[in-house]
């Protein structure tokens, strides 16, 4: 007989979005200055919690354990959005559609797709040929932090980031900007943010086992090494077969770079076809649900009792104005 999967109010998720075209966050110290600063800004409003990421130069695989599928939501969307809005300032545009809609929030429903997605965005670089390792890989990651904190689902690492305006960011002389003048830029942005209040960006690299109710360090360290293990094991696997390094230096936003690979509308991740079905037949009755709640509510009733974690719409116009 099958065993159900238990509900869990405390979830996984694993968050990717890229650009529609171009290269608009090369591993360069300001990009990494920008991220940092716009992910500890939100992390003081949204009710999550980050586990890993690793940003690429047209996307990002981010790992989060969140009580809030709203507040996750609002951050991925003012992330994008503030993102857009300093690559305006660098590059002097007036207008930039950079995002593809279709924003993967997959939540991950089982220890082995959660080890899965772990190994698969710590070896993004190694397999776009940008590092031999994700120990040389200058891009914004947390790879450092997931080797470093003791093997505890609380444990953090926290750093302090400027809070950086979008005033502070001035306009780039070309895309591909040289190393004097990033310096001179990213000295004078944390020179302007210094006499604010400074965030704190906290990374808690193991809280997406909390998820599966592992919290014994013994557990917890097993699973690190293997992790550890299976991204060794890929990279010694691929450092034959790949190209020479290439190196992606410009803050690049036309068609020069259009990515061949699409984003799927991924919205969850399993290691069996089992799970995934159960999880699928959850979805649809949640969606009959909500369903009848909004027929109720365009009978006129106010007090529908809405399933937990839906977005619960306006009331629907019952009548016409003359």
Sequence with gaps: MRKPRMPRSKKMYDLCFRSLRGLPLPARALTKLLIESIMGRLLCTEAIIICGYVWMSNHTHMQVFSLDCEALTHFHERLKKQLTDFLKRLLSLSQLNLWD??????????????????????????????????????GCNT???????????????????????????GPLSQENPSLSEER??????QGKASARERNVLRIM????LHAFNIVDPIEIEKI???????????????APKKDPLRRIEGFVVTDTYVPRKKSRKI??????????????????????????????MKQGYTDVPW???????????LCNAL
């Design 307 to 317: 399933p937990p974690g839906c977005f619960k719409p306006p009331i629907p116009r």
């Design 205 to 208: 690299p193991l809280k997406w």
């Design 267 to 296: 919205f969850m991740y399993g290691s069996c076809k089992e799970v995934r079905l159960e999880y699928l037949e959850t979805f649809h009755d949640f969606i009959r649900r909500c369903r009848e709640c909004y027929r109720l």
């Design 101 to 138: 809609n279709r924003t993967n929030i997959g939540e991950v429903l089982d220890l082995e797709a959660a080890i899965d997605r772990v190994v698969y965005s710590y070896l993004n670089p190694v397999r776009a040929g940008l590092a031999r390792s994700i120990d040389e890989y200058t």
């Design 143 to 169: 790879w450092k932090e997931f080797l470093s904190v003791p093997a505890d689902v609380n444990a953090s690492v926290e750093k302090e980031v400027p809070w950086v305006l979008l005033p502070d960011v």
């Design 224 to 238: 690190r090494q293997r992790i550890i293990n299976e991204v060794r094991a890929e990279e010694a696997r691929l």
């Design 184 to 189: 001179a830029l990213v000295n004078d942005i």
